[in-house]
């Protein structure tokens, strides 16, 4: 049996933006799926998403799920990469500076502590954009 921090660990789209691609009908989806939802095949590939994309809702959470209490206020979004909607923390701005079709990029961020643990879980979040790369594609960002 592994532990909760090893299986934590041991999934890939936790620190890669990765996502699946349905070969029959072209269908992407995040968190990756085996199936397609859409039209059934089994015929998925696993694929790297872009690191930018565009905001496309947001929400301030004041009143937090159990773990995350400590955090707020926080902003929570849903960001529109390569016409998949991932959803993830937006971190280092503020909520007043947010605005509906902004560019954001994808970052590797402490999510939460394990309060009876004290392990550290780590994941993607969301920020402004440092500065455009020549390459897209997604590359871990320094965990701060």
Do not use: H
């Not at 015929?43 to 159990?66: A, C, D, H, N, Q």
């Not at 960001?79 to 280092?92: N, P, R």
């Not at 392990?119 to 897209?136: N, S, T």
């Amino acid at each position: 049996m592994s532990s909760a921090p090893r299986y934590w660990r041991e999934i890939p789209y936790r620190y890669r933006l990765e996502a699946s691609l349905c070969e029959r009908c072209g269908s992407k989806f995040y968190p990756p799926r085996i199936i397609c939802p859409n039209c059934k095949s089994r015929e998925m590939k696993r694929i790297r998403l872009p690191k930018r994309g565009t905001l496309v809702s947001y929400s301030v959470v004041y009143f937090p799920p159990k773990g995350f209490e400590l955090q707020t206020p926080y902003v929570v979004g849903l960001v529109e990469i390569d016409g998949v909607k991932v959803v993830g923390q937006i971190t280092d701005v503020l909520p007043s500076e947010l605005k509906i079709g902004m560019e954001l990029e994808a970052c590797f961020r402490k999510v939460r502590v394990n309060g009876k643990s004290g392990i550290i879980q780590y994941g993607i979040k969301f920020r402004k954009p440092e500065k455009r790369d020549a390459d897209e594609s997604y590359v871990p960002i320094g965990v701060r």
